[in-house]
């Protein structure tokens, strides 16, 4: 009597212990499906990544900007408005609501005197102009191991990049307030990040580093735009 019941007992142990197994193996990825049977892991893994991948075949246009519409933690009797700006060296570019680039140049900062001493003028709310397109976002680059003058950066709203060195607005004489151009080879971008970067020598040793700007795209991979602007 006693050995049929622990015949029995392990019979519905081994069951159990193949239902566990093959419960778990329903559930791997990548199993084959047999035929008149559905994956419903695989399905919803298909759906989201064809989702994903649809939304990276969109425009650019609407990616940038900030909607009031969407807060979901906010404070009560405020109004929230979209204030897109950088400011730098005593260097301010604003993005006004009409999609117009405005410079203002405070002289007696300290890191500005320290960098343009022969350029005292103060310039408040100049124009800059020249652009291919509408601005996205703006921000300040700094390249190198020392305080040199910033390269300013203009995100269009295609994903192209645009720049005006600061150098060259503050002690030009001619088109100062005017765009220098596209960045070659850049699109699909979405935003920056300021990197440190160092230098080996031939035994793998660090020795130093310095300042770059990455221009990175919507699909994560960066731009060393040290190397790319002139």
């Known amino acids: 009597m006693m050995k049929n019941i622990i015949i029995i007992i392990e019979t519905i142990c081994i069951i159990g212990l193949v239902v566990?197994?093959?419960?778990?193996?329903?559930?791997?990825?990548?199993?084959?499906?047999?035929?008149?049977?559905?994956?419903?892991?695989?399905?919803?893994?298909?759906?989201?990544?064809?989702?994903?991948?649809?939304?990276?075949?969109?425009?650019?246009?609407?990616?940038?900007?900030f909607d009031a519409?969407?807060?979901?933690?906010?404070?009560?009797?405020?109004?929230?408005?979209?204030?897109?700006?950088?400011?730098?060296?005593?260097?301010t570019v604003i993005l006004e609501k009409d999609g117009k680039a405005m410079v203002s140049v405070m002289p007696d900062n300290e890191i500005y005197q320290s960098l343009y001493s022969d350029t005292?003028?103060?310039?408040?709310?100049?124009?800059?102009?020249?652009?291919?397109?509408?601005?996205?976002?703006?921000?300040?680059?700094?390249?190198?191991?020392?305080?040199?003058?910033?390269?300013?950066?203009?995100?269009?709203?295609?994903?192209?990049?645009?720049?005006?060195?600061?150098?060259?607005?503050?002690?030009?004489?001619?088109?100062?307030?005017?765009?220098?151009?596209?960045?070659?080879?850049l699109s699909n971008i979405v935003r920056f990040e300021r990197v440190a970067i160092g230098f080996e020598n031939e035994n793998g040793e660090r020795e130093g580093g310095s300042l770059t700007t990455v221009a990175i795209d919507k699909d994560g991979y960066g731009y060393d735009l040290e190397q790319l602007i002139n």
């Open 120 to 185: 005292k003028a103060e310039v408040q709310n100049e124009e800059l102009t020249g652009f291919d397109g509408k601005i996205a976002s703006v921000y300040f680059a700094y390249f190198g191991n020392g305080i040199e003058p910033a390269k300013i950066l203009f995100l269009m709203e295609d994903g192209t990049v645009e720049y005006i060195n600061s150098e060259n607005m503050i002690k030009g004489k001619d088109k100062k307030y005017v765009s220098e151009g596209k960045i070659k080879d």
């Open 20 to 65: 566990v197994c093959m419960n778990f193996y329903n559930r791997l990825p990548g199993k084959v499906v047999q035929s008149g049977e559905e994956n419903d892991v695989n399905s919803q893994e298909v759906t989201q990544a064809k989702k994903a991948t649809d939304n990276i075949d969109n425009t650019l246009e609407g990616t940038y900007g």
């Open 69 to 91: 519409n969407k807060m979901k933690t906010k404070t009560e009797n405020t109004i929230y408005e979209d204030v897109r700006y950088d400011s730098i060296e005593g260097i």
